[in-house]
């Protein structure tokens, strides 16, 4: 089975703290997606990455960056955490399109609290 | 733009009976896949069912359908004898062939009475 791992489940930060988001994926896949998920809001997404060191903004990117320096990991870093970022977070990997697997699988997602 | 909207943010229906969720999308592309995601209270977001736009006949998985009507971008899921381990939000997502970014509805959370 794909595993997606979240590093934390919960966490609760300070305003204008650095805050980081790891996502572990274990079947090379070449995509990883970083979605927030907020109530009345469904999911959108913040960033994309088809491929190590690349990145695609999707439809939220301010005020979040992203790194992805080897294959399976993909981190989402908050420069400088702001209360209106407290949302639960999703990280999604994929195997590249052009083959019949096309569904993404989900971490557990990490909801962030900012305080 | 590319959009997916699930006009009912939420549903009930009574343990065993059937209900459909509703699911509109908007698109200028001709081949593409629709999805079905589950998602239990804290539990993570898993796959139900997948639908590719080329094939005309709707996907089955068990107590899971869909009713797909391509001209009319419609995407609706049946979930026949519901049980109380159905109660979840359920997104609808679109993602197009030529692409991988997966484009998903607000949700629709749906109840399930005993």
């Known amino acids: 089975d794909v595993k997606v791992t979240q590093s934390s489940r919960y966490l609760v930060k300070r305003t204008g703290e650095k805050v980081f988001l790891e996502c572990v994926q274990d079947m090379d896949h070449e995509n990883m997606f970083w979605y927030r998920q907020d109530p009345g809001l469904g999911l959108r997404l913040i960033y994309f990455?088809?491929?190590?060191?690349?990145?695609e903004k999707g439809d939220i990117p301010e005020g979040y960056s992203v790194s992805r320096e080897k294959k399976e990991r993909f981190s989402l870093i908050l420069e400088s955490a702001s209360t209106n970022q407290t949302s639960m977070y999703l990280c999604?990997?994929?195997?590249?399109?052009?083959?019949?697997?096309?569904?993404?699988?989900f971490g557990q997602g990490t909801r962030l609290t900012v305080v | 733009a590319q959009t997916v909207t699930q006009s009912q943010p939420e549903m009930s229906v009574q343990e065993a009976e059937t209900v459909t969720l509703s699911c509109t999308y908007d698109?200028?592309?001709?081949?593409?896949?629709l999805f079905w995601y589950k998602q239990p209270p804290s539990r993570q977001m898993i796959l139900v069912i997948r639908?590719?736009?080329?094939?005309?006949q709707n996907a089955t998985e068990n107590r899971f359908s869909v009713n797909f009507q391509k001209a009319a971008k419609s995407f609706s899921l049946k979930i026949s004898d519901s049980q109380l381990g159905d109660a979840a939000m359920y997104f609808c997502a679109y993602r197009p062939k030529r692409d991988d970014k997966i484009i998903f509805g607000k949700g629709t959370r749906l109840h399930i009475l005993p």
């Open positions: 639908q590719e736009a080329y094939k005309q």
């Open positions: 999604a990997s994929s195997i590249a399109s052009g083959t019949h697997h096309t569904e993404a699988f």
């Open positions: 990455s088809y491929d190590v060191k690349m990145k």
């Open positions: 698109t200028s592309e001709s081949d593409y896949y």
